[in-house]
């Protein structure tokens, strides 16, 4: 039987207890940052020694040479035509959906001209390179690496650089053929902190990139926060979350479902389901005491809602949308006969919202189509989900025609003075005199 938190609105304390309960560290572990810090200098002054090295020592892989830790393309076409007919049919049918929704996703140039001929506008280039982390080992995320590789490759970025561990020599095939269905350009048997390093400052063998993306432990978020500004990074993930808001009309069984499917993630992971129903928050209850032990992660469900989960009983559905907002959900189920209403009434912080009863918070992880990389821990009030616009840039264009240079010229001029930035004054001047 899970012990899961149950809190009340109407409770004096509600507020302050569901910030308690949301609270979570990020990557400040001195020990973790000290490891992390001496890693990042070692490759950063000998790579590709201190690859091999690290990659020995944490990874228990013994490499003659840096070029062996580098698969050949043909190794990922060999995963492709390997697997189970089923399996490739579903990373084919997921990565054509996510694919789609991307497209849509990139963003455009554009140019105006003022009537005196100046002409202002925006380009958009994508990225030169990009390197994407990937779990390896027993842990397989061929969903996390068609999250990530194909948003970037729509952008249209010429160069996508894969690491994935190997512990013990040991890949995983539907990561590799993850990679040759999102067309991954090179793949190198690197993990760690020392991965992260290896895309940030290159080395012999492993190129430097401009963008480090995906999924790590605290070692590998420790770097990613490091190294960025040497290297832009998506994001610095917190334990998965999902909130479901729900009418008290869904099978329960459901919910208890959904719930799980988040907390079985980690120990860290939070589930909260709010309602305004008190009783169906008991038959969600029960059905979770119920479905727990056919659940083959039931310990790690049960340590994550013993934690960190919550039911979560409100006066209305108009005070759930206040406490999602305030949550700022990764996840946010709208399990309601209306979910259009809601997302109308004043809902503004979540990083994916999954629309009425059927929409189940799994489909969004694997094939719906939008990005499951998102913003956790809070962080939905300020940030958006991964997607083409992380894998391009935007510069400015102004072209001034002699009539136009004249006019900004002699405003120009006035601000500059006003500044004390006399230079700057009489270069905006000789073009108006």
Not at 375 to 386: N, V, W, Y
């Amino acid at each position: 039987m899970p012990d899961i938190h149950r809190l009340n609105s109407r409770e004096e304390t509600f507020w302050a207890d569901l910030d308690g309960l949301l609270a979570w560290e990020s990557v400040a572990d001195h020990g973790v940052r000290a490891i992390v810090d001496e890693i990042l200098a070692a490759v950063r002054t000998e790579g590709d020694a201190a690859l091999l090295r690290y990659t020995e020592r944490f990874d228990r892989l013994s490499l003659a040479h840096a070029a062996d830790l580098e698969i050949d393309s043909r190794r990922l076409i060999e995963a492709l035509a390997g697997i189970p007919a089923e399996q490739r049919a579903a990373l084919e049918t997921a990565a054509a959906r996510i694919r789609r929704y991307a497209e849509r996703q990139r963003l455009e140039g554009w140019q105006i001209e003022d009537p005196d001929g100046t002409v202002l506008g925006q380009r958009v280039t994508p990225l030169d390179s990009v390197g994407l982390y990937v779990p390896g080992g027993k842990a397989a995320y061929p969903s996390s690496v068609l999250m990530n590789a194909i948003p970037a490759k729509v952008a249209g970025v010429p160069l996508l650089v894969m690491v994935v561990p190997a512990p013990g020599g040991e890949l995983n095939e539907l990561v590799l053929a993850a990679a040759a269905v999102a067309g991954v350009d090179r793949v190198f048997t690197l993990g760690g902190a020392q991965a992260v390093a290896a895309l940030a400052y290159g080395t012999e063998t492993v190129p430097a990139v401009d963008k480090i993306v995906g999924p790590g432990n605290i070692f590998v978020a420790a770097a990613k926060r490091e190294v960025f500004g040497t290297v832009g990074i998506d994001m610095i993930a917190g334990p998965s979350e999902i909130l479901v808001v729900c009418d008290g009309e869904t099978d329960p069984d459901w919910i208890a479902a959904d719930l799980f499917s988040q907390a079985e993630h980690d120990e860290q992971a939070q589930a909260i389901l709010v309602s305004q129903d008190g009783e169906f928050l008991d038959r969600v209850q029960a059905a979770m005491d119920r479905l727990l032990e056919s659940m083959p992660r039931a310990e790690i469900i049960r340590a994550s809602l013993s934690r960190r989960g919550a039911l979560v009983q409100v006066r209305s559905l108009d005070e759930a949308i206040e406490v999602a907002n305030h949550i700022a959900p990764e996840h946010l189920e709208l399990s309601v006969a209306d979910p259009q209403a809601l997302l109308d009434g004043g809902l503004r912080h979540a990083g994916a919202i999954f629309m009425g009863r059927y929409t189940s918070e799994a489909v969004g992880d694997y094939c719906a189509g939008p990005n499951h990389v998102l913003p956790t821990s809070r962080t939905a009030r300020f940030s958006s989900p991964l997607g083409v616009y992380d894998f391009q840039k935007r510069s400015s264009i102004i072209a001034c025609s002699p009539a136009g240079a004249a006019e900004l010229g002699r405003t120009a001029s006035v601000l500059a003075r006003g500044e004390g930035l006399v230079a700057h004054a009489r270069s905006a001047e000789m073009r108006s005199e």
